[in-house]
């Protein structure tokens, strides 16, 4: 039932910047965990970051680390990937997803298993 709009994509020149947007339909009051997989061509879908459903935790890949920035509007379910410093290695199709519950105990950020729900993805181009 939930619905993931995804927006921001598009070209930018490396060390540029872009800032992905990604809102999930508000069928509960409830937040979301939520975050960001990219996948680039002959490759396989990869984590690039996720934040808790409090907003209180997040968490990047190795990759992007001190690049990217997520963060969130907890009360729309709405999230944002600010992407500095881009490289030609960031070109790839973006990904939002969420998780509306825990699936245990334990939340592993990083795993494509914990999410239920997934936009349709948006380009990302970077130019050299």
């Known amino acids: 039932q939930v619905q993931l709009v995804e927006s921001g994509g598009g070209l930018v020149q490396a060390g540029g910047s872009l800032k992905l947007s990604c809102a999930a339909s508000?069928?509960?009051?409830?937040?979301?965990?939520m975050g960001w997989f990219r996948q680039a061509p002959g490759k396989e879908r990869e984590f690039v970051a996720a934040?808790?459903?409090?907003?209180?935790?997040?968490y990047y890949a190795d990759s992007v680390k001190g690049r990217f920035t997520i963060s969130r509007d907890g009360p729309k379910n709405t999230i944002f990937l600010q992407m500095n410093s881009l490289k030609t290695e960031d070109t790839a199709v973006y990904f939002c997803?969420?998780?509306?519950?825990?699936?245990?105990?334990?939340?592993?950020?990083?795993?494509?298993?914990?999410?239920?729900?997934w936009g349709q993805g948006t380009q990302v181009t970077v130019l050299s």
């Open positions: 997803t969420a998780q509306p519950s825990p699936h245990g105990d334990t939340w592993y950020p990083s795993a494509q298993s914990e999410y239920d729900y």
């Open positions: 508000a069928r509960t009051s409830s937040s979301y965990a």
């Open positions: 934040i808790s459903w409090s907003g209180g935790s997040t």
